[in-house]
Each structure stands twice: as C-alpha cells, then as structure tokens.
C-alpha cells in the first residue's frame, strides 16, 4: 500500500490530525521519560552505561508498545463505531469500500506512529549513550549530552507545535523547553 | 428520481451480431483430386454486421458518505475512462450523506467501471435517471 493510498484514506477518515497530535503527543512523553531517566542516572552520580542504556532501552520498549496498543484499541473501536454509524445512514454494507478499508488499516497507521514516535526519540536521545559505548569521544559527558540530545528533540517538538498552529515558532520550542528545564529542577531537587 | 431496478444498470453495451448469409457451400472438388488436397473445400470466412452501440450520456441518482467529497467524487468518476466528462450536482445534504446528480457522458461510457468507482468510494447508485445511446453498424 503507497503512501497515497495512505493519505487517501487517512484524508476519507479526517484522521491527518489525530496522527499528528499522536506524534506529539507520545513523542513529548517518550522524550520526557527519557529525559527523565538520564537526569536520575546523572543525579545518582552516573553509573555503568550498560545498566543506563538497558533502563532506557526497557522505557522505549514499553511506551512503544503501550503507544501502539493503546491507540489502535482506542481507534479501532472509535473506526467501527463511525463505518457502522455511516452504514446506517447509507443502508449499505460498506465493507468492501475504501471507507471499509479506511476503518481497518487506520487504526494500525495510528498505533503505529503513536508506538514508533516516542520509541525513535529516545533511541535519538539515548544515542550519545551508544557512541559513548562504542568508544566515541564526545565534548561532554554522555549522560549530560544525552540531556542535551533531549532538550533539542523537545524544542523541535515545540516549534513542530508551532508550525502547525501557526504561531511564532520560537515561542512554541521555548514553551516545551521550559516544560523540560522544570522536569529537570524537580529531578534535581529530588534528587538531592 | 427513477425507479428502474438493478437490472437496468448493469452494462448497456450490446453487440448484436447478424448473419447476412449462410456461409457458402462448399466447392465442388476438381475430377481427380481428394478432400486432402490443397484444393480442398472452400473456407471463405462468413460476411458478418456487427451493431455496436456505445452509451455516450448517463444520469445518475447516487448517494454518498461526506468524505470524498464531491470534487475527489467526480474525479474518481472520471478516471475511469480516457474521455469522460463528469457533471456532478449535490441534490441534497443530510447529516452523514448527500445525494448526487452524476452525469457522464463519453465516446463510450462504461458503465461497469462505473460503478464500481462509485461503490469503492462507498457510493450507492439508486437509479439510472437517463441514458444516451449511439448505434453504430460496424461490418467485420
């Protein structure tokens, strides 16, 4: 199936929207989480980066499948309800239509990109951890710079926020980077 | 709106095939010469008419979800044949469906395609209001 296929349907369903804010949505929680998880690891004086990297690896497996799961229960059920309510209307079987099509393969599209955003943006943010591993030399400690890595993929998320509600971009990065500076206080603050 | 059935829309394309004359007989064999040989009967192929008629113009009643709406309608319509031209008028809006006029017209509609665009969009045609047919004699 193509991505015009894809887009055909997810525009027959007026799901581009609800795709989108999935993105977002779990994305924010998957950079969250890991940033989360770095800063406890640093606040705790780091550790052995096999153990941070399997901690975090553990993170992204989970949110990935509970993202995935979740949404496609959640929207499956939503598909249904709207083809049989759509059916009713047209007193016709529409299974073999493309709204049929539309209500099977897109709750899958959907639990797709809400599983796979937060499971690639920690592995973006856990990546410095890797090279660390691997023997690459970087400017700042690893777990620092997988602070870093999470601070950028959160400000991107905001000026992606920005961009689509079509406000000032750095305002929308700067409002989630704050979200993420405060998470960070609150970790330290605990931590101490 | 009309209230011809299913059956009045299925395909509108005949062929009508009419045997001007019997195949000719068969040619009597030279003195000497068996049904084996080179000059054996005659297999002169049969003149035969062919009347093609070709549906040019078609209005349709249809009812649709919302979504494609009627632009992406009328082009899936469209699509399916190399010189359709789609008219397409919104009769009425209710709440999860509209109906449609569709009028199609084309050197020759195929009206099978047709329909099955309409239905893959999840359309139901209810009546075909009025067809446009050419007859066209055509000798092979």
């Known amino acids: ?192 | 709106m009309g209230t011809q059935g299913a059956a009045t829309a299925g395909r509108l394309e005949w062929i009508k095939r009419t045997r001007l004359s019997d195949p000719p007989p068969r040619c009597a064999l030279p003195i000497g010469l068996d049904a084996g040989s080179t000059l054996g009967p005659c297999q002169l192929p049969p003149r035969v008419q062919t009347t093609v008629v070709n549906l040019k113009r078609i209005v349709l009643d249809v009812l649709k979800p919302h979504q494609p709406d009627a632009l992406e309608f009328a082009r899936a319509v469209a699509a399916c044949g190399h010189d359709y031209r789609v008219k397409l008028t919104v009769i009425e809006m209710d709440d999860k469906t509209e109906t449609l006029q569709v009028v199609v017209e084309g050197s020759d509609v195929d009206m099978v395609q047709v329909r099955e665009a309409v239905n893959q969009l999840g359309g139901s045609l209810h009546s075909i209001d009025e067809v446009e047919v050419h007859a066209a004699a055509d000798a092979e």
């Open chain 1, 1 to 192: 199936m193509g991505f015009g296929r894809v887009g055909f349907l997810l525009y027959l369903t007026r799901t581009h929207g609800i795709v989108r804010r999935y993105f977002v949505v779990n994305g924010f929680d998957g950079a969250l989480t890991m940033l989360g998880i770095v800063t406890g690891f640093y606040v705790a004086d780091g550790g052995d980066l096999d153990v941070v990297i399997s901690a975090c690896l553990g993170a992204a497996v989970a949110l990935a499948m509970s993202g995935l799961s979740s949404a496609y229960i959640s929207e499956r059920a939503e598909r249904r309800k709207a083809l049989a309510e759509l059916e009713a209307s047209m007193m016709a079987d529409l299974s073999s239509s493309d709204h049929g099509s539309a209500a099977r393969w897109v709750p899958l599209w959907i639990g797709a990109v809400n599983g796979l955003a937060p499971f690639m943006l920690s592995l973006l943010i856990i990546s410095p951890l890797g090279l660390a591993q691997a023997g690459l030399t970087l400017p700042l400690s690893p777990l620092l710079m997988a602070m870093v890595t999470a601070l950028g993929v959160i400000f991107l998320l905001g000026v992606f926020l920005g961009q689509i509600g079509r406000t000032f971009w750095l305002l929308s990065g700067v409002q989630t980077l704050i979200i993420a500076v405060v998470t960070i206080a609150i970790i330290l603050l605990l931590g101490r």
